[in-house]
Every structure is written in structure tokens, then in C-alpha cells.
């Protein structure tokens, strides 16, 4: 791949900025807690995105004891289960995943990455940020309110959301929808701001197609959620009408203990639709950005550049067209009429050909390059693996057929903790390992980062591949326990501890994690600039870490685009996006 | 912007490298605050959208009660449009570059702006009193949710409103409260038009979504 002709082109000289459009704090408390630089809020998003993330983790511990280990734990009832289904899932897709991508990564990342200084309106990302810590404290809230969390699954399937029986019915469920409300408006203050920035506060030279497919994916993931989001909106919305006013937007007639509930004449099902007209969408609102990164990852790791560039891109873009127009593949058995299931089931299949394209770009871009296993490497390929086996797996669970039998049972859960838990995940372990020297200016540690990597990558298929089995044979998912019943062999129970067991060494590995991201912090090799040799941006500043407003009195002036590496002639196997051609053609000229 | 163009450039090719390098760096020539507005104004087309789309799904249901027009919404329907006009007044002069007509347009479409608020929930209490009155009807219920999420939108427009109404008051630099003038104006605009698709389709006779829906083929 060659660049330009270094003789024939006239760059033009790099853009002085006027000091005032920079906000500048003047105190401990505006820079590093009121802060409006977008890098200090990234890591403000990301430490609390991987704190509730962690309380996540330890809910998973308990909910895997109680179903390896069944009656071994008194404290863990089937109420509790049930509320420690939800609150796992619920704060492992919204407030962790899409927090730390979009809010953590796309802070960072995005001013960074496009050559701005920060974000458009860094008074309205600031609040973002506080909006979102909110909404993660009245969820957190929900935990010591009498009653307790919901247990209404992460999906808060009405009527049974808000009807007794449900934990959490007094409070719980009014928390949840409160925070999800809350979430949501933080979110759009932030993903304005992502489009925006991305839009127009780009440095000279940065067309769209210069971009790197890390800024793509953030981008494209923030319109899905900027359009998607105002449906759980209003579902959460009309869930609460329904629970503190007595409307009936979503609760048919319901006979309890032989009386008739105040309600009457809703629809079930019109909650089903808006849930998941957020609720597929938001699988690729997490997947875009990781496929994103992974490709950034890949490229500089194995020196080469990203095969099929134009097509990643529109494969982006389509596959954030299409999630639009696959949500009720979620709702085949909810009594759908089958031509309605034939439609969603052929749109499903379709999003397959763009995500595949993805697939066999990544494997084409690793093709004779010069692979080097670093840990964010090793990570962007595990998370390939893993991703090709969820995806897999939903083609199966995509068709309406294969659907019914599955649907409820271990395999449906097997299969999006793949696809949209371990590979997003993997993605971000290699996000952290690839940008943590950025951040903090020090590496992390090695052989810790390498226990971490193979205990977590390992021990996730030993989670979840067995599980993909006990889904077979019909094993529903959200049962507190299964009791003697004759289909379930007891080879099945040995699975389950067998599960269990490896999701606690997984989750141990988590903590080694955590230590190394705070030992590194301290005690971590000082990294030098741009250790992974990379083109893009972000490494490009004139500090590292990047100091308050990126770049010094200039903004670089981009002469290429992100994926310049090992270029024929050139005398470094990476240019960087903001080389001046002339001194290519120094670096050329040298034996 | 041309996305398609845009979409198909080899941005390896050094042409194309000929090209790009002239690039300002913006997709598109306009603030960004208007950019962020228009976004905006989407996110908020699909909630109203969805909202819509819930209350005709709904309507197709056999159970379904629909709730006497309220005569008071035509008055209220009259205030904001009033608003609206006070606020492209207010856009106009600032054009022209007239402060005080600025002012005098801003402080009018606010007052008719905070008049229709007060009209939608007297319209409440019209809706409470009635005696067909009951909460489990979704009509009732949906008129309630729409209503209230249309005046929080009108709320938030009104503290930018309030921020730009000051800026107005304090100094006389025309040029530095333009831009936020027209920005409101924008969202009154579109406020009142989705009013006005709210209180047509849904709001101002029982069937006239019905007629649609029949149109479309849906019913």
C-alpha cells in the first residue's frame, strides 16, 4: 500500500487554534471531578461503569452457586435468584457495556482520534457524565429499598414486572425504570456530543474516510443509540404510568386470588416491541464499537493494513441500517403472526453477510502479516473466536423454528453471553491493554495481563460451551432450581457444578485484573511513546498522557489515513496519519 | 455532504490523498450547535413517533373507549402557534439586527409558550372531572403520557429560552445572541408541529389516526 507521492503534493500549514474555544480549569475540583476535559470524564465514565460492573460480576458468582450448588446457600432464595438475574443483566448491558464503550472509549477516544481538542460542548458532556452516575446510584439504591431490586428479569416483561409476587414490586421496579429514564438522558447529552464531534470538529486533512474504524464504530453505535434508546424510553416511562398511576398501557385484565386487579386492557406485547426495538439494536450499539477497536487492534498489531477498509465501513453502516429491522426474532413465541416471524427471521439471516464480511476481513488483515502476540492481540483474536461462535449460534436461534424449542432455555443464554458478553468483553480487556499506556503512561503487567488473558479466555468457553448443551436438552434458563424432573440426566447437575466452578476461577482472574490496572498505575514499566508504534492519532500528541486540550498550540494536519503501516520504501513499518509527506521521503531516502 | 461520494473514496489511493488533504475538517458548514439541535430534533421524532405508533396499535384493539375532544385544546392549539409566531419574530429581528424587537419577540413567545402549559394542564383537569373519566382507559392514559412528555419537551426549550432571553437583556451585540435565537425559534418550530400531528391525528377527534391507519392499509 503506498502513500502519496511525497513531490507532488502541497500540504498546508497546520491550523492554529485561538486559546479561548478551550474551556480551562482552575482548580483541583473543575479538573479532575467537575471536569469538562472529555478524557478526565472518559475515565470517570469507565471506573463507574467497571465498579457496577463488578458488583455485576459478584451477582453472577451468586446466581452460579445457587445452580451448581442448589440448597448448599440458605441466603440465596428464589426470590433473590430471580432478583440477581436481573440486576446482572440488566447493569451488564446497559450500565457497563454501553457506558464504558460509548461513554468511556468514545470520550477518550473520539477527540483524540479525529485531531480536536475535546468534544463540541464539554459543559453538556460534563453533565452527561453526572447524569449517568445518577442514574447508577438509584439503581445501586434499589438494592437497600425495602423489598429490594426487581426481579423481573432484565427484559421487565409486564404485567408480572410490576404485579406482587414479583421481588422488588414495591420499589424495586420503580428505581429501575427511574434509572433507566435517567440513564437514558445522560446518554443523549453524550451521544450528541460523540456525533457532533465526529461531524465537525474533525482536524484538516480528517475526511470521513481517514477516520480510524475505532471513531466508525463509536459513531455509528451512538446513532443506533441515539434512535433506539427513545423506545425503552418510553416503555420504562409507561411501565411507571402503569405502576404508580394505574394506567393500563401494558396490563391486560388480571384475576388475583379470585379478584379482579384494577387493570384492564393493555397490551402485554406493545412492551415486547418497544423493549426490543431498543433491545436488538443495543446488541450492536455494544458490538459496533468493538468491531471498531478490534479491527484498530488487529491492524497495528500485525502491521499491516486493515483488509477491505471501504467495506468495514459500509459493513458498519449496514449492519447499523439493518439492526433496526430485526427486533422481533426476540418475540417468536410471543404469539406472533408466522409471516411476521418469517419476515424478522430473513432480515436476521441477512444481518449475517455484513457481520461475516467483517469476519473474513479481520482473518484477511492477519493473513501473512507480521502477527505479533501482544496481549491486545491476543485478546482481538480470542475475540473473533468467540465472536464467530455466538454469531454462529444466533443463526441457529434466528430462524423461527430452531427458535421455539430454544427459546427460554440454556442455549439462548449460552449464546448471547458469547456474542454480546464474552466478545464485547474480550474486546475491551484488549482496548484496556492496547490505550492503558496512553492513559497512565506506564504498561501493564505482562505476566499478570497474560494469566488474565488465558483464564478469562479458556474459562469462558468452559462456562458457556457446556451450557450451549444443557440448552439441548431443554434446561430452561431463570429456574431457580431444577428439582428431580426426568428429562434433566444427572450428568446435567455434574455440568453445572462443572460451570460453576470455572466461572468462579474466570471471575477470580477478573480481580487479578482489577490489581494489575492499579499496581500498573504505580509500579508499571513507563512506557514509552507510542510503544505499539501505531499511526493513529491518539499517540500523535505532544505529551503522553495528552494534556489538557490534546494538542499543543497546532492541531496535526492529517496526510493520510489510519492504516499506513509497513509501506513499501518508507523506513519505519508505520506513518504516522500526521507525517508531513517531505519527511517520508527523508525516511524513504535513508539505506 | 454527499455521503454516497464520500462513502466510495480509496482513501489509500494518492488522488484521492490529493484531495483529502484540502479537507477542512467539517462535514458539514454550519455551528455546531445546530447540527447538535437537528440531531436532537430526530431523537425526538422517534419518540413521539413511537408514542403515535403504541396509540394506533392500541386503537386496533376491540376494547377500545375512545375519550371526548376537549374544546380547550383548539385554544390551546392557538397559543403555541402564537408562541411560534413570537419566536420567528424574534428570528426576524434578529437578523435585521433590532434588539429590542429580539427582545419584545422573546418575552411574547415565552409568555404564550408558559400560557399553553397552563392551558394542557387546566385540560387536565377538564379530562379528571369528566365522568367518563377513567385512568385504566388507554385513550385517557395515552393523553396523559403524550401530553405531559410534549410539555417537559416545551420546559426544556423554556430554559433555553430563559438563557437566551438573559443573553439578550444584557448586552446589545446582536451578533452573539443570533444564533441562539434562531435555535429556539427552530425547536418552537418543531415543538408546534409535532403539537400540531399530536392533536390532529390523536387528539382533536377519535378517528382521524383511524383514517390514516385505514389509508396505510392497516386497519
Known sequence: MTDTAPDTINYEAPAEVEDVELYHPKSFVTKYIWSQDAKVIAIQYALTAIAIGLVALVLSWLMRLQLGFPEMFSFITPESYLQLITMHGMIMVIYLLTALFLGGFGNYLIPLMVGARDMVFPYVNMLSYWVYLLAVLVLVASFFAPGGPTGAGWTLYPPQAILAGTPGQSYGIILMLASLALFIIGFTMGGLNYVVTVLQARTRGMTLMRMPLTVWGIFVATILALLAFPALFAGAVMMMFDRLLGTSFFMPDIVEFGENLKYGGGSPILFQHLFWFFGHPEVYIVALPGFGIVSDLISTHARRNIFGYRMMVWAIVAIGALSFLVWAHHMYVSGMNPYFGIFFAITTLIIAVPTAIKVYNWVLTLWRGNIHLTLPMLFAIAFILTFVNGGLTGLFLGNAVVDVPLSDTMFVVAHFHMVMGVAPILVIFGAIYHWYPLITGRMLNQAMGHFHFWVTFLGAYAIYFPMHYLGFIGVPRRYYEMGDVAFVPPSAHTLNEFITVAALIVGFAQVVFIFNLTWSLFKGRRSERNPWRATTLEWQTPQMPPAHGNWGKELPVVYRWAYDYSVPGAAQDFLPQNLPPDQVAASAAKP | ?219
Open chain 2, 1 to 219: 455532504m454527499n455521503l454516497i461520494r464520500q462513502l466510495t473514496e480509496k482513501p489509500w489511493v494518492p488522488a484521492q490523498a490529493r484531495i483529502d488533504d484540502q479537507h477542512r475538517g467539517g462535514a458539514f458548514r454550519l455551528p455546531a450547535a445546530t447540527l447538535a439541535l437537528r440531531a436532537f430534533l430526530a431523537v425526538v421524532t422517534v419518540l413521539f413517533t413511537l408514542l403515535i405508533l403504541s396509540y394506533g396499535t392500541r386503537m386496533e384493539f376491540e376494547d377500545w373507549r375512545p375519550t371526548p375532544p376537549l374544546r380547550l385544546l383548539w385554544v390551546n392549539t392557538a397559543i403555541l402557534v402564537l408562541s411560534s409566531l413570537a419566536m420567528q419574530w424574534a428570528a426576524v429581528c434578529a437578523r435585521r439586527g433590532e434588539i429590542d424587537g429580539v427582545r419584545n419577540g422573546l418575552l411574547a413567545g415565552g409568555a404564550f409558550a408558559v400560557a399553553f402549559l397552563g392551558g394542557q394542564i387546566l385540560a387536565w383537569r377538564h379530562l379528571n372531572m369528566l365522568a367518563a373519566f377513567d385512568i385504566t382507559n388507554p385513550a385517557i392514559a395515552f393523553f396523559f403520557l403524550i401530553t405531559a412528555l410534549h410539555g417537559l419537551h416545551l420546559v426544556g426549550g423554556l430554559v433555553a429560552w430563559g438563557r437566551t432571553t438573559a443573553k439578550a437583556w444584557r448586552g446589545s451585540d446582536i451578533a452573539h445572541v443570533r444564533l441562539s435565537v434562531e435555535l429556539c425559534t427552530v425547536y418552537w418550530h418543531f415543538l408546534l408541529l409535532v403539537w400540531l400531528v399530536l392533536f390532529g391525528l390523536l387528539f382533536s377527534g377519535n378517528d382521524n389516526l383511524g383514517v390514516l391507519l385505514t389509508l396505510c392499509g392497516l386497519r
